[in-house]
């Protein structure tokens, strides 16, 4: 990290759609990575901290990589969007009808079974509704320069592909640069009510850059055993002479959490639960709570008990 931190903090990550993902959305619209999507004075597309487009400006972006690093085609799609699609299936009654049903209040029964339960993304919908999709690849007639007007309300509906937050899971006095760091997390996958695999954005990307920098794929044609901790993993690397995390480069950022630090106090007790953050935060914190009583000589204060 470029700035100091603290156990407790966290790290904001940002990763991006698969290209799979995006070509299928790109199949779905009949349109190409690099067409050029064109916005003129309408709704607002927000895709901070990036892109940011107001009511009466023009801009011009490359489709693919818009979909790819900025926009969300992951998450459940919301009723307002399906009742958005609806109006863009007006050749195709039994669509429109579909559409306007699932997101409208008597549908919520079939939402919640046909969307919510099956974690169905906007590619997946767009693939259910083909008539829709396509008139979201068709051109304004007679616009100049070329207007989407249709894909420009789906992805102002969509939004940015926002970070995933990780808490620290060390102490920058555990490192003799005092800024490097450690995140650790859990690999999300899950079967829908249709036995459909889904998977976790973030921690995938996360994994495939690990995989792809260190060289540790496939990891049964290289490694005898599974590392179970990260000092197993160190020792392998150096062994093999391979890049280290710190050289693996990803887009994020350093979040403070200046209200959930340990205390500096070693004779305070220290009872740690993770309701909702899990135990990563509070490794960070016996890290830190170790260095600390490493510094003080053999005859000062006996340290709190530190129950997790």
Same mark, same amino acid.
């Given at each position: ?113 046909? +969307? ?67 995140? *650790? ?31 540790? +794929? ?75 009583? *490493? ?6 204060? +006996? ?6």
């Amino acid at each position: 990290t470029e700035k100091a931190y603290l156990p407790g903090d966290a790290i904001g990550v940002f990763s991006h759609n698969p290209l799979s993902l995006v070509l299928r959305f790109l199949r779905a619209t009949g349109l190409s990575y690099d067409s050029e999507f064109k916005t003129l004075p309408g709704p607002s597309i927000n895709v901070e901290p990036w892109i940011s487009t107001s009511k009466g400006q023009t801009s011009s972006f490359f489709l693919g990589p818009l979909l790819e690093w900025r926009m969300n085609l992951t998450s459940i799609p919301t009723k307002a969007l399906l009742r958005l699609l609806s109006e863009y299936a007006s050749d195709q009654v039994e669509e429109k009808d579909r559409l306007a049903h699932l997101g409208s209040l008597k549908g919520k029964n079939d939402y919640a079974q046909e +969307i919510e339960a099956e974690s169905l993304s906007i590619v997946d919908v767009l693939e259910k509704f083909p008539g829709a999709a396509k008139r979201l690849g068709t051109p304004e007639t007679g616009s100049s320069p070329t207007e989407y007007k249709a894909l420009g309300h789906l992805l102002s509906h969509l939004g940015p592909l926002k970070p995933r937050f990780y808490s620290f899971c060390s102490s920058p006095h555990q490192f003799q640069d005092q800024r490097s760091a450690r995140i *650790a997390f859990s690999l999300l996958e899950y079967a829908t009510t249709s036995k459909t695999r889904r998977y976790g954005l973030t921690t995938h990307f996360l994994q495939s850059v690990c995989h792809q920098k260190l060289g540790l +794929i496939p990891r049964s044609n290289q490694l005898d055993t599974t590392p179970s901790t990260f000092e197993e993993w160190e020792t392998i690397l150096n062994e093999k002479n391979v890049q280290t995390f710190k050289e693996t480069k990803i887009w994020a950022f350093h979040r403070p959490a200046p209200h959930f630090q340990p205390p500096t106090d070693l004779t305070r007790p220290l009872l740690m639960v993770g309701p909702g953050t899990g135990v990563a935060p509070f490794v960070g914190f016996l890290h830190d709570r170790r260095w600390r009583k *490493a510094q003080e000589s053999q005859d000062e204060k +006996i340290t709190g008990e530190t129950w997790l």
